[in-house]
T-cell receptor, first 111, second 115 residues
């Protein structure tokens, strides 16, 4: 069973702080890793993806990947109340088309 | 920005009835997907579709389900005889190609309610 694990939260951070969201995965064959944001009752919205070890930055967001530890994280700098949502980690392997999602981490940014 | 379009936004159907959910993927995308999300649960993969055939399907995608690309723009999911447990949000997604640097973009979803 290929698992993607996330802490369900809620993770509460004050406005302007850095939010750190973590994800672990069980399939060592996993090749690419995606972070989606999902507001309540809405669809997943792609934030960014990463497939090489190390850091990838896009604006206020940084994705970090460590394949040896089977760990991927998302940092949100200068968190805003509008960042309050559930953040979904998704993983797909080189052999498959499917995205395997974690249950998501609920983030609450307080003014 | 191009987007995946799904219709209807909400479908209410009696148990045992057939339902068809419709999607228009992003125009230059070649890979299409259906996912579902039961209320309070994680997003689950159903099926992927490329070059007019299923490329991968999950255990959820049993004989009750089928997909079709009836023309050059639409991609449909049919559930033949709906059950109460089919109640969920159904998301269509598409990607330009297949591979690690080809993200899947999701539509707004269809909320399916089975009575």
């Amino acid at each position: 069973q290929k698992e993607v694990e996330q802490n369900s939260g809620p993770l509460s951070v004050p406005e302007g702080a850095i939010a750190s969201l973590n994800c672990t995965y069980s399939d060592r064959g996993s090749q690419s890793f995606f972070w989606y944001r999902q507001y309540s009752g809405k669809s997943p919205e792609l934030i960014m993806f990463i497939y090489s070890n190390g850091d990838k930055e896009d604006g206020r967001f940084t994705a970090q990947l460590n394949k040896a530890s089977q760990y991927v994280s998302l940092l949100i700098r200068d968190s805003q109340p509008s960042d309050s949502a559930t953040y979904l980690c998704a993983v797909n392997s080189n052999s498959g088309y499917a995205l395997n999602f974690g249950k998501g981490t609920s983030l609450l940014v307080t003014p | 920005e191009p987007e995946v379009t799904q219709t209807p936004s909400h479908q209410v159907t009696q148990m045992g009835q057939e339902v068809i959910l419709r999607c228009v993927p992003i125009s230059n995308h070649l890979y299409f997907y259906w996912y579902r999300q039961i209320l309070g649960q994680k997003v689950e993969f159903l099926v992927s579709f490329y070059n007019n055939e299923i490329s991968e399907k999950s255990e959820i995608f049993d004989d009750q389900f089928s997909v079709e690309r009836p023309d050059g723009s639409n991609f449909t999911l049919k559930i033949r005889s709906t059950k109460l447990e089919d109640s969920a949000m159904y998301f269509c997604a598409s990607s330009e190609a297949w591979g690690g640097n080809q993200p899947q973009h999701f539509g707004d979803g269809t909320r399916l309610s089975i009575l």
